[in-house]
């Protein structure tokens, strides 16, 4: 209670000028103990001489990332455009360890992945959302969840410098993964006889 008496009193004496104090010295008095009271020119003078007083005023950019100028055209970010390859790239960047079609199953990297299987993959800082679509001996499908396009990563792919040997086909009873044995399961003793 003594506190607020104790501010209050020296702005009434300041506002009356009944401190003795000229009619400028008193008109100062009152601008520094209240600036509620202020209108007109003197407002705005006092709001002119706190803005430069306050630091933030000196900042290009105020404490919510905005222009602290009025005026000022906010630009707003621009989206960047994808590569059209990208998703290619980031699928063909994908090592196939093991492939197991019956099962709709492929290993890579040592984590398992089925059909059906959605996941994040990242290639050259980019996240891609893809999902396994197919898994087949020959290639796996996969698709970018958001933008809806597959791509058909093939398996049958060898390194550099390596061909396939034609020989192979010719093997008997080896065939390869996508084609179906035709012939018939002999079952007769004979046939038996020979595997002992």
Do not use: C, Y
């Not at 906010?74 to 455009?81: A, F, N, R, T, W």
């Not at 679509?133 to 970018?144: E, R």
């Amino acid at each position: 209670m003594i506190m607020s008496l104790a501010a209050v009193v020296p702005i009434a004496l300041a506002q009356d000028g009944s401190w003795g104090l000229s009619g400028e010295a008193s008109q100062a008095a009152h601008v520094m103990t209240s600036s509620r009271l202020l209108k007109g020119e003197q407002k705005s003078d006092w709001l002119r001489g706190m803005h430069d007083k306050i630091s933030i005023s000196k900042r290009p950019v105020g404490p919510f990332g905005l222009p602290q100028d009025p005026e000022a055209k906010i630009s707003k970010p621009q989206k960047k455009e994808i590569k059209k390859g990208a998703f290619l790239e980031a699928i063909a960047a994908i090592k196939i360890n093991t492939v197991m079609p019956s099962e709709g199953k492929f290993t890579s990297n040592s984590r398992e992945f089925a059909e059906g299987d959605r996941f994040p993959i990242i290639k050259n800082q980019r996240q891609f959302n893809i999902e396994v679509m197919q898994v087949d001996p020959s290639a796996i499908v996969f698709k970018n969840i958001d933008s809806g396009e597959q791509v058909r990563k093939k398996l049958d792919t060898l390194p550099d410098g390596m061909k396939k040997n034609a020989l192979l086909d010719t093997i008997p009873g080896v065939f390869p993964a996508n084609e179906k044995n035709t012939l018939p399961l002999d079952l007769d003793e004979g046939s038996a006889s020979a595997l002992r």
